[in-house]
């Protein structure tokens, strides 16, 4: 089995926003999602976590209900979106968009982190945790920075739904650059 990554599930937010490096809470549905999650989830023999709550509770949950141990990296952390944190994204200003879409790993309109600096964060956190039956509880970012590994360029197009993991090699992930 290779490194399970899994997606937080459904954070208290409205449909909408841009919400990366934002802290948010939980949706009231957690409890009976993250259940769910423990009970189909393969073995796995240890956790790390991004530290946002919306990842680190459902982290917590699965450590404590499958007694394993928990590792918080913040190299897991979800896209610093900067001055677009919170803001709807029908709100942002098109050009804004338009130069980030030109240019999706380098260009940063809205002053936060570039996905360039995404995926090397995430690609360092993920090659010192590679190692099998590793879950790592993260954001929809850094899953698609992993799957940039093996899909190239379709991975920013890709969608994982809230609660949801992929799959990945170690050997992939460790020869990663």
């Known amino acids: 089995m290779g490194m399970?990554?899994?997606?937080?599930?459904?954070?208290?937010?409205?449909?909408?926003?841009?919400?990366?490096?934002?802290?948010?809470g939980l949706a009231p549905c957690f409890a009976d999602t993250a259940r769910g999650i423990v009970d189909t989830l393969p073995d796995v023999s240890r956790i790390v976590s991004s530290p946002?709550?919306?990842?680190?509770?459902?982290?917590q949950h699965?450590?404590?209900a499958r007694a394993l141990p928990l590792l918080i990296d913040p190299r897991l952390t979800e896209m610093d979106f900067g001055t677009w944190e919170g803001q709807p994204w029908d709100a942002i200003p098109r050009d804004q968009l338009d130069a980030w879409a030109r240019d999706i790993l380098h260009a940063r309109p809205h002053g936060g982190e570039s996905v360039a600096a995404l995926r090397a964060r995430t690609l360092a956190a993920l090659r010192d945790h590679a190692a099998p039956a590793t879950l790592v509880v993260t954001?929809?970012?850094?899953?698609?920075?992993?799957?940039?590994?093996?899909?190239?360029n379709d991975a920013w197009q890709s969608n994982l739904p809230f609660g949801q993991?992929?799959?990945?090699?170690?050997?992939?992930?460790?020869?990663a650059t």
């Open 62 to 64: 699965v450590a404590q």
């Open 165 to 175: 993991w992929i799959t990945m090699s170690t050997q992939v992930i460790t020869n």
């Open 4 to 24: 399970i990554l899994l997606r937080h599930t459904q954070p208290d937010v409205a449909a909408g926003i841009c919400y990366g490096r934002s802290d948010l």
């Open 139 to 152: 954001h929809h970012g850094v899953i698609k920075c992993a799957r940039s590994l093996t899909m190239g």
């Open 52 to 59: 946002l709550t919306r990842c680190l509770q459902l982290a």
